[in-house]
């Protein structure tokens, strides 16, 4: 049984450029949760999608959106990338919004150059 | 405002004895959820425990136990009979009405563990 899958795993990105990161939940998990984790600290919230709607969301900027698809994947955008942005996203998912256990996936290490 | 605080940025253990991971946290909710989750290297966040408010016995997983104070608001993890793959991040998060909503989770800094043979 697969678990949560990120990618790519790594990116490097220059400031201004665009990137979107992609997220495949863990089999019959219907809802996603996007993590920023900046080096040494621990993770913020970014949003979360369930229903191919975005239903609640933390206190980053417009430049930060979202998808879901269908089959439940998510995709996080990022425009106008800058340094600032750099860090290790994390995706979680689970069965409903609000469970007690949300499983994670390994992340995407984004540096912005 | 909601917050959790692990005053601990580092510990240390050797291997097979017990150690505590220290975590309080402040919300005005009522009703709220305590996690606690470990970070190895590759960075994936591997859910370990969870406690909720009105639980009234400790949570328990394994060689995992959550020494849970809820006048004191604090939420200590104890693992027993470390071993050498229990070295890495471990971060304590909460969740609740005021501290977002349900969906989200408030983490801590974290505290690096390392394990000694």
């Known amino acids: 049984d697969a678990g949560v899958t990120q990618s790519p795993t790594h990116l490097i990105k220059t400031r201004g450029q665009q990137v979107t990161l992609r997220c495949s939940p863990k089999?019959?998990?219907?809802?996603v949760s996007w993590y920023q984790q900046a080096l040494g600290q621990g993770p913020q919230f970014i949003f979360q999608?369930?229903?191919?709607?975005?239903?609640q969301r933390g206190n980053f900027p417009d430049r930060f959106s979202g998808h879901q698809f269908p089959n439940y994947s998510s995709e996080l955008n990022v425009n106008a990338l800058l340094l600032g942005d750099s860090a290790l996203y994390l995706c979680?998912?689970?069965?409903?919004?609000?469970?007690?256990?949300?499983?994670f996936g390994q992340g995407t290490r984004l540096t912005v150059v | 405002a909601q917050k959790i605080t692990q005053t601990q940025p580092g510990m240390f253990v050797q291997e097979k004895e017990a150690v505590t991971l220290d975590c309080t946290y402040d919300?005005?909710?009522?009703?709220?959820?305590l996690f606690w989750y470990k970070q190895p290297s590759s960075g994936e966040m591997i859910f370990l425990i969870y406690?909720?408010?009105?639980?009234?016995q400790n949570a328990t997983e394994g060689r995992y136990s959550l020494n849970f104070q809820k006048a004191r608001k604090s939420a200590n993890l104890v693992i027993s009979a470390s071993q050498l793959g229990d070295s890495a991040m471990y971060f304590c998060?909460?969740?609740?009405?005021?501290?977002?909503?349900?969906?989200?989770?408030?983490f801590g800094a974290g505290t690096r563990l390392a394990v000694h043979p």
């Open positions: 919300t005005s909710d009522q009703s709220y959820g």
């Open positions: 999608y369930y229903e191919e709607e975005e239903r």
């Open positions: 406690q909720g408010s009105y639980d009234e």
């Open positions: 979680a998912s689970s069965l409903g919004p609000g469970s007690t256990e949300a499983f």
């Open positions: 089999s019959g998990h219907d809802t």
């Open positions: 998060a909460m969740r609740g009405a005021l501290s977002g909503g349900y969906n989200k989770l408030i």
